[in-house]
């Protein structure tokens, strides 16, 4: 089992920064596969970014050039940049670990893109 753990949510002006941070409570070699999920209110949760154990990575076209998806295996945190924001990226982001064939999901981290 795995706890996930996210923070760096806040609002942020359009074109703005921020960068979200997903923190595991047992090393993050064990998870080959993490990503990031949004869900915005009144739609599905969606895809953002995933990231493999050998560090390849995918984004949603509609974030793509503007986010970056890493992870630190030696601080077992998993982070994802975003630049450029706009008002439609705003959600509740959520960091997600698969350990075998079993996913775990943190409980969200609130971003607000608003002037």
């Known amino acids: 089992q795995v706890q996930l753990v996210e923070s760096g949510g806040g609002l942020v002006q359009p074109g703005g920064s921020l960068r979200l941070s997903c923190a595991a409570s047992?090393?993050?070699?064990?998870?080959?596969?993490m990503g990031w999920y949004r869900q915005a209110p009144g739609k599905q949760r969606e895809l953002v970014a995933l990231i493999i154990s050998s560090g390849g990575t995918s984004y949603a076209d509609s974030v793509r050039g503007r986010a970056t998806i890493s992870r630190d295996n030696g601080a077992n945190t998993m982070y994802l940049q975003m630049n450029s924001l706009k008002p439609e990226d705003t959600a509740v982001y959520f960091c997600?670990?698969?350990?075998?064939?079993?996913?775990?999901w943190g409980q969200g981290t609130q971003v607000t893109v608003s002037s």
């Open positions: 997600s670990g698969r350990v075998g064939r079993v996913d775990y």
């Open positions: 047992r090393s993050i070699f064990d998870l080959n596969l």
